[in-house]
């Protein structure tokens, strides 16, 4: 064993640099084995996305023009899967894959019960002019302005054909606009990943097919309260318009819709992974670094655990037991950071403890001189 050491020690000796200490290069090599064994590990991991057909059986959804709602939105995400099921690292779930009834809650526990990456629900709107056409895309939040309101309550009425709808949804009612409030905070820890997976579609709309801007837009949807991860609300156009109506049902416009959606799951899936890997190699590298505070002073790193239009007390109870946690507010959103540190590895162990909370999605945010800067930045300061 004493032997087997001095190999090693004699082994690594060459690489030290500077005042890097033996002890240091030995944790490097041995994160570096364990950092490729999580990895291997990770890339079996398949990436679970829940396609949401909305409507089915005894509710046909909206009937502009004579066409249904149901069936159009079920064929859009067979398509869908069916493009998504073509990659071996990707693992597709449909909360219906025919021609039935399935409550809102439940649509939502099919995605927590696989612990899904992301869910999509695909719909098709309606509006009293014939004139009003695109897609477009939804997360929840509360509603800008009235024309959100009525596509969220159009698309919630639904629970009215659920048996036992008021103990099911808490006594929530589509009709007033009071109650969507309650629907928000569950799902603002996820908002700024939902808000990623929707402007994705919605640039693809653009590119691939042309299609008007409608913008990313927040509304209350109940389907999308009780998912616990990134959640997208998709209204693939108007059937209410004569020729999008007649498009979306076709079977070359559902072609067409399935195969920008999936292209766009498949960006924002390569996207957030992408960053995953950008985190785990800056963590690997700050690990063979000494500390220098004289030059990390200027760098803080917060940990962010939610973002929201509404503003919360910053108590504990508000934050599973978090604290301390700050508040800070950007445009018309507020988000909430947990503890601050210097340190990126103390950083690190701060997302851990965030995560155990059950805030999954948190993530590190580095602030230079009161700014916000990249990780990328952060850790080229604190060298």
Same mark, same amino acid.
């Given at each position: 064993?004493?032997?087997?050491?001095?190999?090693?020690?004699?082994?690594?000796?060459?690489?030290?640099?500077?005042?890097?200490?033996?002890?240091?290069?030995?944790?490097?090599?041995?994160?570096?084995? !364990?950092?490729?064994?999580?990895?291997?590990?990770?890339?079996?991991?398949?990436?679970?996305?829940?396609?949401?057909?909305?409507? =089915? =059986?005894?509710?046909?959804?909206?009937?502009?023009?004579?066409?249904?709602?149901? #069936?159009?939105?079920?064929?859009?995400?067979?398509?869908?899967?069916?493009?998504?099921?073509?990659?071996?690292?990707? &693992? /597709?779930?449909?909360? *219906?894959? &025919?021609? /039935?009834?399935?409550?809102?809650?439940? *649509?939502?526990?099919?995605?927590?019960?696989?612990?899904?990456?992301?869910?999509?629900?695909?719909?098709?709107?309606?509006?009293?002019?014939?004139?009003?056409?695109?897609?477009?895309?939804?997360?929840?939040?509360?509603?800008?302005?009235?024309?959100?309101?009525?596509?969220?309550?159009?698309?919630?009425?639904?629970?009215?054909?659920?048996?036992?709808?008021?103990?099911?949804?808490? =006594?929530?009612?589509?009709?007033?606009?009071?109650?969507?409030?309650?629907?928000?905070?569950?799902?603002?820890?996820?908002?700024?990943?939902?808000?990623?997976?929707?402007?994705?579609?919605?640039?693809?709309?653009?590119?691939?097919?042309? *299609? &008007?801007?409608?913008?990313? #837009?927040?509304?209350?949807?109940?389907?999308? @309260?009780?998912?616990?991860?990134?959640?997208?609300?998709?209204?693939?156009?108007?059937?209410?318009?004569?020729?999008?109506?007649?498009?979306?049902?076709?079977?070359?416009?559902?072609?067409?819709?399935?195969?920008?959606?999936?292209?766009?799951?498949?960006?924002?899936?390569?996207? !957030?992974?992408?960053?995953?890997? #950008?985190?785990?190699?800056?963590?690997?590298?700050?690990?063979?670094?000494?500390?220098?505070?004289?030059?990390?002073?200027?760098? /803080?790193? @917060?940990?962010? %655990?939610?973002?929201?239009?509404?503003?919360?007390?910053?108590?504990?109870?508000?934050?599973?037991?978090?604290?301390?946690?700050? *508040?800070? #507010?950007? =445009?018309?959103?507020?988000?909430?950071?947990? $503890?601050?540190?210097?340190?990126? $590895?103390?950083?690190?162990?701060?997302?851990? %403890?965030?995560?155990?909370?059950?805030?999954?999605?948190?993530?590190?945010?580095?602030?230079?001189?009161?700014?916000? %800067?990249?990780?990328?930045?952060?850790?080229?300061?604190?060298?």
């Amino acid at each position: 064993m004493h032997q087997q050491f001095l190999s090693i020690s004699n082994f690594i000796k060459p690489f030290k640099r500077g005042q890097a200490s033996f002890l240091s290069v030995f944790i490097f090599f041995i994160f570096f084995f !364990l950092l490729t064994i999580c990895s291997l590990g990770a890339q079996q991991n398949p990436f679970v996305v829940v396609l949401d057909a909305g409507h =089915g =059986g005894h509710d046909s959804g909206n009937r502009g023009n004579g066409y249904f709602e149901k #069936k159009i939105a079920l064929n859009i995400a067979l398509k869908i899967g069916s493009q998504l099921e073509q990659n071996s690292n990707l &693992k /597709v779930i449909y909360t *219906r894959k &025919k021609d /039935v009834f399935v409550d809102l809650i439940e *649509r939502a526990n099919i995605a927590n019960r696989a612990d899904a990456d992301l869910f999509i629900s695909i719909h098709c709107d309606a509006f009293t002019s014939s004139s009003a056409y695109g897609a477009g895309t939804f997360v929840l939040g509360l509603h800008a302005n009235e024309r959100n309101f009525q596509i969220a309550q159009k698309e919630n009425s639904v629970i009215f054909l659920e048996e036992n709808y008021e103990q099911n949804y808490d =006594g929530f009612d589509p009709n007033d606009p009071e109650s969507v409030i309650s629907l928000i905070l569950m799902q603002e820890t996820y908002l700024d990943q939902s808000i990623a997976a929707a402007n994705t579609i919605q640039k693809s709309f653009i590119s691939n097919l042309n *299609r &008007k801007d409608r913008t990313v #837009k927040q509304a209350g949807f109940v389907v999308l @309260k009780y998912t616990y991860m990134p959640s997208v609300l998709v209204e693939t156009g108007f059937l209410t318009n004569q020729s999008e109506g007649a498009f979306l049902n076709s079977t070359k416009g559902q072609a067409q819709m399935a195969d920008a959606i999936a292209k766009a799951i498949l960006q924002y899936k390569d996207q !957030l992974q992408a960053g995953y890997q #950008k985190t785990a190699l800056t963590t690997q590298s700050s690990l063979s670094l000494e500390d220098d505070s004289n030059e990390s002073n200027a760098v /803080v790193f @917060k940990i962010q %655990i939610a973002a929201s239009g509404k503003k919360i007390q910053t108590k504990p109870y508000n934050f599973k037991g978090l604290n301390p946690v700050s *508040r800070e #507010k950007s =445009g018309t959103l507020y988000r909430y950071y947990f $503890d601050n540190t210097n340190r990126y $590895d103390t950083a690190q162990n701060l997302l851990s %403890i965030a995560r155990e909370k059950g805030y999954t999605n948190a993530f590190i945010v580095a602030f230079h001189k009161g700014e916000k %800067i990249s990780l990328g930045e952060a850790l080229k300061l604190i060298k």
